[in-house]
């Protein structure tokens, strides 16, 4: 079965250190990967994807991301927290295989940025 | 990027009534839509997709004849829950993925801001 595991619930950081949101994933062919952030009762904002070339992509507010294929992983990270960075974060996939455009999605990771 | 609207924000109903939320996409073309719902501090459960001009395509376990969808534009899809009663009390939020301007496909889908359902 086709899957998305974000492994932590919560990810703690202090305002100012580095911070990395972990994704794994389990799809067939060569996906595409996305990382969207949802504010309290909002929709979902697009951070970034990884589509094709350069492993490590560059998206909004400073946050990036690695795809690494033997590992099957593709952890976002940004190299300075700030505390407005504090939400709930998505990885989502879309197989390669067929081309609905159907994303399956990750259970979510609330990042917690404390001054 | 592109900017996808869902209307209303949130909306309270009583138990029996239907409640219809509309989901467009402002600059760009939608041939395909995806209805989620989300439950508190839950993933997104993909509901139904939806092509401009055909009858949606249920994920397993979602009632159609509960939850109505109509992608009659491409613009435009609307989720009509029927019947609604408390247990459909939910965030639902829409996406959409079509063609920008020039004729390239987007490879990303937007959200809408979501519709929060409450039926008492």
């Known amino acids: 079965a086709q899957s998305v595991a974000q492994p932590e619930d919560q990810v703690n950081v202090a305002e100012g250190n580095p911070l990395t949101v972990k994704c794994t994933y389990s799809?067939?062919?060569?996906?595409?990967l996305f990382w969207y952030v949802q504010y309290p009762n909002r929709g979902l904002q697009f951070l970034l994807k990884?589509?094709?070339?350069?492993?490590l992509v560059k998206g909004s507010y400073g946050f990036e991301a690695e795809f690494n294929k033997s590992q099957t992983s593709f952890h976002l990270k940004k190299p300075s927290a700030l505390v407005s960075d504090s939400a709930l974060y998505f990885c989502?996939?879309?197989?390669?295989?067929?081309?609905?455009?159907?994303?399956?999605f990750g259970q979510g990771t609330t990042l917690q940025v404390k001054p | 990027g592109a900017v996808v609207s869902q209307h209303p924000s949130w909306v309270i109903c009583k138990s029996g009534t239907s409640v219809k939320i509309e989901c467009r996409s402002l600059?760009?073309?939608?041939?395909?839509m995806f209805w989620y719902r989300q439950f508190p501090k839950q993933s997104l459960m993909l509901m139904a997709t939806?092509?401009?001009?055909?009858?949606?395509?249920?994920e397993q376990g979602v009632e159609k004849d509960k939850f109505l969808i109509n992608h009659a534009s491409l613009t435009l899809s609307t989720l009509t829950v029927t019947s609604a009663h408390p247990e459909d009390s939910s965030f639902y939020i829409c996406s959409a993925r079509g063609l920008a301007r020039g004729g390239l496909w987007n490879t990303e889908a937007f959200f809408g801001q979501g519709t929060r359902l409450t039926v008492v």
């Open positions: 989502a996939v879309r197989p390669g295989s067929g081309n609905t455009g159907k994303l399956i």
């Open positions: 799809v067939s062919g060569n996906p595409y």
């Open positions: 990884y589509i094709t070339g350069d492993n």
């Open positions: 600059d760009f073309q939608a041939t395909t």
């Open positions: 939806s092509n401009e001009g055909s009858k949606a395509t249920y």
